[in-house]
């Protein structure tokens, strides 16, 4: 069965701290993954998308790793500030195009502290 | 460009009303995607367009549930008879050439009572 999931459930972490949030997907076959963030009353903002041969992209303080093999992904986020509190969503498509089907996460809620 | 925009932001129904939410995509996309997301089941896909023409309506919960995209810069979602379990944030999100970078609008939170 296709699936992605996400761990922490929910984080919460101090200002300007580094943080990691993880995704695992059983998806196959395999096209790509994206990472969206979503802020609380607002639609998903994508921040990266990586293809199968892609095993790090960054977004300024945000890099997303891919390995899969192992079919984990990781976002971390350096230097966390007050806005980055939201809710990080893990996508993985199982084709190249919006033709596949598209497997959501439900998503790591974030919350970063003064 | 003022990305995907929907209407109405927020909607308060009761059962058995029809409700009818309104998108306008990105100028020049040319797929237009429908999401439902709750807190038990998070994103949910429900339907998506090709140049105006539905592609997988598999995510359609039931037949209460119906689509259209009558031209490129407009769609609707619509619900008729409407129950209180579709209590939901919808979402309308646009892409280009399914090149992966969607574009979502700021949702519509219906409530049904």
């Known amino acids: 069965k296709n699936q992605v999931e996400q761990s922490p459930q929910s984080l919460i972490i101090l200002e300007g701290k580094n943080c990691t949030l993880q995704?695992?997907?059983?998806?196959?076959?395999?096209?790509?993954l994206r990472w969206y963030k979503q802020d609380t009353g607002r639609g998903p903002v994508s921040l990266t998308i990586?293809?199968?041969?892609?095993n790090t992209k960054s977004n300024g303080r945000y890099t997303a790793t891919l390995d899969a093999d192992t079919k984990q992904s990781s976002l971390h986020i350096t230097a966390s500030q007050l806005s980055d509190s939201a809710s990080y969503i893990c996508v993985v498509s199982d084709r190249g195009s919006t033709l596949g089907r598209l497997y959501f996460g439900r998503g790591t809620q974030l919350t970063v502290w003064p | 460009d003022a990305g995907v925009i929907q209407s109405p932001r927020h909607e308060v129904t009761e059962m058995g009303q029809e409700v009818t939410l309104r998108c306008k995509p990105i100028?020049?996309?040319?797929?237009l995607f429908w999401y439902r997301q709750t807190m038990m089941r998070g994103l949910e896909l429900l339907i998506y367009?090709?140049?105006?023409?539905?592609?997988?309506d598999s995510g359609m919960p039931e037949d209460r549930f119906s689509a259209k995209m009558p031209n490129a810069s407009f769609s609707t979602l619509k619900i008729q008879p409407s129950e209180p379990r579709d209590s939901a944030v919808y979402f309308c999100a646009s892409s280009f050439r399914g090149s992966g970078g969607y574009t979502f609008g700021s949702g519509t939170r219906l409530t049904v009572v």
């Open positions: 990586m293809t199968f041969s892609e």
């Open positions: 995704c695992n997907y059983t998806v196959s076959p395999f096209s790509n």
């Open positions: 367009f090709n140049n105006n023409v539905p592609i997988d």
């Open positions: 100028s020049g996309h040319d797929y």
